[in-house]
């Protein structure tokens, strides 16, 4: 069973930088992804990268603050997020997938536990 471990969650002031991290074992899987989830709120897609060829996509509320990267040797991804805002306030979670389908959630099998990013204004 794949195991993905999220780390690099926390408290931090509007405008500040934080870096999430996910570790996810040695399972052959096509995309990771970073989803997130506010209180009362759905799930939703923030960013995902192909794990081979490195592509990547991002929500449009995060493009240009967020950059997701891969490094292959540790079998880590990470979410680096700048320009941090309340509004990204939520709980994030890596996931792992076999299929294109990256910013539908339900296409991912593999789920981490989560990580808790507050941001204060």
């Known amino acids: 069973q794949v195991q993905l471990v999220e780390s690099g969650g926390g408290l931090v002031q509007a405008g500040g930088s934080l870096r999430l991290s996910c570790a996810r074992g040695?399972?052959?899987?096509?995309?990771m992804g970073w989803f997130r989830q506010a209180p009362g709120k759905e799930r939703e897609f923030v960013a995902a990268?192909?794990?081979?060829?490195?592509?990547?996509f991002y929500a449009d509320a995060v493009k240009g603050r967020f950059t997701i990267s891969r490094d292959n040797a540790k079998n880590t991804v990470y979410l680096q997020m700048n320009s941090l805002k309340p509004e990204d306030t939520a709980v994030y979670y890596c996931?792992?997938?076999?299929?294109?389908?990256?910013?539908?959630?339900?296409?991912?099998?593999?789920w981490g536990r989560g990580t808790q990013v507050t941001v204060s204004s």
């Open positions: 996931a792992a997938s076999s299929s294109l389908r990256y910013r539908d959630y339900a296409a991912y099998a593999f």
């Open positions: 040695t399972l052959s899987i096509y995309v």
């Open positions: 990268i192909t794990w081979s060829g490195g592509s990547t």
